[in-house]
């Protein structure tokens, strides 16, 4: 059998890459199977509620719909799924390995819907207090250090749906099995005013707008 040398070297920087952008974020690009993914998006209401935060008045939200961001977006499947569920809402994915977010990116440009946006950044960077559902599959620790921004920003109402990871000391609303091998835990949270108490006696860091990102 002949290889490629130029084949062979290619595919070794990219494991390469996203070997080391692993080691930087905590999270491999593991992306979402699709009986997982079907399982998730069963798990979410057929229209998301409207937090506190968007019934308030105009000007805190003029969209009046939460935007839907996928907090580490990896290849893009996800969010793609998420932009055709809800077409009346903005997505943004926010990833932060390159090669990830550039085949993501690509997804979005060539396939996706208009109400997707994929973007490249630290989502611990990116304020969230417009959003109405946050998705993410991370890691434990990932999810520990994620908690008090979502807890701080999050508005009530807002939702948060993990993929295999609890958030720590949360109870869920609902909780289903991943329809795959795995039967991983899915779980759904709904913002409240303990979750942002729980945040209160956490120090935290006030989120600014990533300007590593395209967002603009
Ligand atoms: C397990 S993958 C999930 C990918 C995708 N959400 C899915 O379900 O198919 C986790 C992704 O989160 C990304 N990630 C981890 N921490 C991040 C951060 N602080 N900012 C942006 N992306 C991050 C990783 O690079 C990785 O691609």
């Known amino acids: 059998m ?3 040398p130029w084949a062979l070297a290619v595919a070794l920087l990219a494991i390469a890459v996203v070997f080391i952008w692993t080691l ?3 999270s ?3 992306p979402t199977s699709a009986a997982a993914k079907k399982s998730m998006l069963s798990l979410l209401p057929r229209r998301l509620p409207q937090t506190l935060a968007q019934t308030s008045g105009a000007e805190t939200n003029i969209n009046r719909a939460g ?3 996928e907090l580490g977006a990896g290849w893009g499947g996800v969010a793609l799924s998420l932009a055709r569920q809800y077409p009346d809402h903005r997505v943004i994915g926010i990833e932060l390995a390159p090669l990830p977010w550039l085949v993501a990116k690509l997804r979005a440009g060539l396939s996706g819907p208009k109400n997707l946006k994929i973007i490249h950044g630290d989502f ?3 304020p ?5 559902l946050v998705v993410c599959y991370l890691s434990a620790n990932g999810l520990a250090h994620l908690k008090p921004k979502l807890a701080s920003e999050l ?3 807002a939702l948060v749906l993990s993929n295999t990871f609890a958030v720590p000391g949360w109870r869920p609303t609902d909780e289903t099995a991943a329809g ?4 991983s835990p899915i779980y759904l949270y709904e913002m409240s005013a303990d979750m942002e108490a729980d945040a209160r006696e956490t120090v935290i860091t006030p989120a600014e707008p990533d300007t590593a990102s395209d967002l603009s």
């Open 2 to 4: 002949n290889f490629d």
């Open 24 to 26: 930087r974020t905590g």
């Open 28 to 30: 491999p690009p593991t």
């Open 67 to 69: 935007v839907i961001y």
């Open 124 to 126: 611990l960077k990116h």
């Open 128 to 132: 969230l207090s417009d959003a109405g």
């Open 155 to 157: 508005a009530p109402g």
């Open 180 to 183: 795959d091998i795995y039967h």
